[in-house]
């Protein structure tokens, strides 16, 4: 085309009286030499025609068959290995047109309904479930539908799907058998483990209203006894009333003790959170242990340098139950010296602090001191009683009603606890 331009631009500078004059002088052996611009024109346009046919005959047409080719191979490649997908499935995969018609059925399918062809047969026959659904709007929803059935004593979960582009729906199934054994494995499991916490809370409700009607006796009628023989018997006699009173308080508080643990770990624990008077709480316990104190010559105090107006937002069972597990366990490991309960305040908060001069702990065993079932020596060998849970429990007390506590303590030399309790 550009040649043609250049051709008709040089003619038309040449009139056309010129051109005609000069083409009578031109002979025919001229006229048709490649010195003609014209006969060359017309030769390279044949030229280049037929190069162009050759290029897109011989190069562009065997390309494009063989993209052709390629994308087609590609798309059976795709259909074969969905194919193998379906086929190599565990799971059974069922494909059906507008009408419900099986088109597509892997061999798990066939297996899980006991089918030999499913192909042909209309889906909500082999499923019942799917009778309650619309297929053509099914079919044109994006919308995926499940539901659970039982075949042959199998569990299944189905996933209903429409593909609305090629007009079809597809059913995948998944063999849950397993699943909802486990599943009802669980429920029984739970079952049983509500049972079994049932039985222990009433097991334990009895066994301690058995301890204490017979503590209730021995300790009624020890102190009639010791009221009636007052005076009358010797320091001998004086001590083994004490050591009767010192020990029914003891198992009274150890079946306490393990009402309350069990009460804390099964969350069946209510609290009764009210303004009460801290002093009045902790100077009960204090009054309930000086028998302990006679009986061991202990110097026993109770020193508030704040007064005895302590108010504070708590649980009053739970709080008795803190100071007298703590002042009990420093009964237990302190055989001389003293027990010293100081009450501060500090920060806007009411500080009580228990000192005993008695055996101290560790520092390796004070990071477990607060851990359930725990003693520092145990085995039928070991040197003090106890259950091992009281101080868990007055772990978990002292949360209870947002308090914090602290613990200091020396191997042979004592310790003390310390509990910090926001004012009212």
Do not use: C
């Amino acid at each position: 085309m550009f040649i043609f331009l250049l051709i008709f631009q040089d003619t038309a500078s040449v009139s056309l009286d010129t051109t005609f004059k000069s083409l009578q002088t031109v002979s025919p052996e001229a006229f048709f030499s490649f010195s003609n611009p014209i006969v060359f024109s017309f030769i390279f346009l044949i030229v280049t025609l037929f190069v162009s046919f050759v290029y897109y005959r011989f190069v562009i047409i065997p390309l494009k068959q063989r993209f052709l080719e390629e994308k087609e191979n590609i798309r059976l490649q795709q259909a074969e290995v969905m194919a193998l997908f379906y086929e190599l499935s565990p799971d059974p995969i069922l494909r059906f047109d507008v009408t419900g018609k099986i088109i597509v059925a892997n061999e798990a399918a066939q297996d899980a309904f006991g089918k030999t062809m499913l192909l042909g047969e209309y889906v909500e026959k082999i499923i019942k479930n799917l009778s309650s659904f619309n297929l053509g709007l099914l079919v044109n929803s994006d919308e995926t539908q499940r539901f659970y059935m039982e075949i042959n004593h199998k569990a299944y979960e189905f996933l209903v799907n429409g593909v609305p582009k090629y007009q079809f729906g597809q059913v995948y199934g998944r063999d849950i058998t397993k699943l909802k054994e486990a599943e009802d494995e669980l429920k029984l499991a739970l079952i049983q483990a509500e049972r079994a916490k049932k039985l222990k809370e009433e097991f334990l409700s009895r066994i301690s209203h058995e301890i204490r009607s017979p503590l209730v006796a021995i300790q009624g009628y020890s102190e009639l006894i010791k009221s009636e023989l007052e005076g009358e018997f010797s320091p001998e006699f004086k001590q083994i009333f004490q050591s009767i009173e010192n020990n029914s308080k003891r198992l009274y508080r150890t079946v306490d003790l393990i009402l309350n643990i069990a009460q804390v770990y099964t969350t069946s624990y209510e609290s009764n959170y009210k303004v009460i008077n801290l002093y009045n709480i902790i100077d009960e316990v204090f009054k309930n242990f000086s028998s302990f104190a006679d009986e061991k010559d202990i110097d026993y105090k109770l020193i508030s340098n704040v007064g005895e107006d302590l108010k504070i937002v708590g649980d009053e069972y739970s709080l008795t139950q803190i100071f007298d597990n703590i002042i009990d366990n420093a009964f237990k490991y302190t055989s001389e010296g003293e027990i010293k309960i100081t009450l501060d305040k500090t920060k806007g908060k009411i500080k009580i602090s228990i000192k005993d001069t008695g055996r101290g702990m560790s520092n390796d065993y004070v990071e477990y001191l607060f851990q359930p079932f725990t003693q520092e020596f145990s085995g039928y060998t070991r040197p003090y009683d106890g259950t091992g849970v009281g101080l868990a429990l007055v772990k978990s007390f002292v949360e209870l009603n947002k308090g914090e506590i602290e613990v200091s303590s020396n191997l042979g030399e004592g310790s003390t606890f310390t509990i910090y309790f926001d004012e009212a």
